[in-house]
């Protein structure tokens, strides 16, 4: 595996950007490119103006040539391993993957291995020139569902703009504690839990944090809801759906202990107390495709679990009412 690649770009100043500074400059030529980017390869010399080394602050006239020689280094500490993927869609641009619930998105103290991260390095190499090897937005270890990689530089930008800009389509499928009467938003801030250090909670210092839901199918003390989310925090709809007292079932880390309907069937009994994931899923994708500009989308059924565990909801409901009559 390569552990460096280059980029070669080349532009004139135009009339317009003339005794502008070269960082502001390079914006405006090379947009495509962070301006982190574009000011590393200034202050590493690998940017020349009529093949002179300059400052990012010394100005450019009209006519000089810009050529940015990059070169990308690797992430020595990651490597590649041979763990298969369920992939979506891939092109040149992007990757899309329909994540397991149990798969680690990116190594971290005590997940050097066995990552998304890991595996994706397996099946495009490239990417190790990539910073985060293209990731540029995660799930949760236990969730599972779509997830977008940036295959090159351009389309990192492009994503991780898009992102911020709000503009990138996500909505869930999730199993909740409770019988919801309707959807809704929640708009609450999200940051580290005060005592609890692991986890994540509503705080008034908290990120700001927009999460809309709809009831999709009710059952005796359960709801399935589809959420879309506007911003993307660590926990997110975990966090939203605790704050208004309808946590997730299963969720190791801020549900508590499983809620069982009255006269619950020893099927249903197995599987709540035995489902030992959030039951969140990434149902849908959609985003502005970096190279074509045109809207590209993906949808992915829920994974068995999640299935199985809806199953077992509605046959409950149904014997319940059968009993009643």
Same mark, same amino acid.
Do not use: C
């Given at each position: 595996m390569s552990q460096t690649d280059s980029e070669t770009l080349q532009a004139a100043v135009p009339e317009e950007l003339a005794n502008k500074r070269l960082d502001q400059v390079l914006a405006k030529l090379f947009a495509e490119y962070s301006r982190s980017r574009l000011q590393q390869w200034i202050e590493a010399g690998q940017v020349t103006v009529d093949g002179k080394i300059l400052r990012s602050k010394d100005k450019v006239l009209a006519g000089q040539q810009i050529q940015v020689n990059a070169q990308l280094h690797a992430e020595d500490s990651w490597q590649a391993e041979a763990i298969p993927l369920q992939i979506v869609y891939e092109d040149k641009s992007l990757i899309v993957i329909n994540k397991p619930a149990g798969l680690v998105v990116h190594p971290a103290a005590g997940n050097r291995?066995?990552?998304?991260?890991?595996?994706? #390095? =397996?099946?495009?190499?490239? /990417?190790?020139?990539? $910073?985060?090897?293209?990731?540029?937005? *995660?799930?949760?270890?236990d969730t599972s569902g779509l997830l977008v990689i940036a295959r090159n530089l351009k389309a990192q930008k492009s994503l991780v703009e898009q992102l911020q800009a709000r503009t990138v389509s996500r909505q869930?499928?999730?199993?909740?504690?409770?019988?919801?009467?309707?959807?809704?938003?929640?708009?609450?801030?999200?940051?580290?839990?005060?005592?609890?250090?692991?986890?994540?909670?509503?705080?008034?210092?908290?990120?700001?944090?927009?999460?809309?839901?709809?009831?999709?199918?009710?059952?005796?003390?359960?709801?399935?809801?589809?959420?879309?989310?506007?911003?993307?925090?660590?926990?997110?709809?975990?966090?939203?759906? #605790? =704050?208004?007292?309808?946590? /997730?079932?299963?969720? $190791?880390?801020?549900?508590?202990?499983? *809620?069982?309907?009255?006269?619950?069937?020893?099927?249903?009994?197995?599987?709540?107390?035995?489902?030992?994931?959030?039951?969140?899923?990434?149902?849908?994708?959609?985003?502005?495709?970096?190279?074509?500009?045109?809207?590209?989308?993906?949808e992915q059924p829920m994974p068995d679990d999640m299935q199985q565990l809806l199953a077992a909801l509605r046959e409950d409901s149904r014997n319940y009412v059968g009993k009643k009559s």
């Open positions: 291995s066995g990552t998304l991260l890991n595996a994706l #390095l =397996h099946h495009a190499p490239e /990417l190790i020139n990539i $910073p985060r090897a293209g990731i540029v937005h *995660r799930l949760d270890k869930y499928l999730a199993v909740v504690n409770g019988m919801m009467t309707s959807g809704g938003t929640v708009d609450a801030p999200i940051g580290r839990h005060p005592s609890h250090r692991t986890r994540m909670a509503v705080v008034p210092s908290g990120r700001p944090a927009v999460s809309h839901y709809r009831v999709v199918e009710r059952f005796r003390a359960h709801t399935l809801i589809r959420v879309s989310l506007e911003t993307g925090r660590t926990h997110q709809i975990r966090v939203h759906m #605790l =704050h208004i007292q309808h946590p /997730l079932v299963g969720d $190791p880390e801020y549900a508590g202990r499983a *809620r069982i309907p009255p006269a619950a069937s020893e099927t249903l009994l197995a599987m709540l107390r035995d489902f030992k994931r959030q039951a969140l899923h990434a149902e849908q994708l959609a985003l502005i495709h970096p190279r074509s500009g045109k809207e590209v989308a993906w």
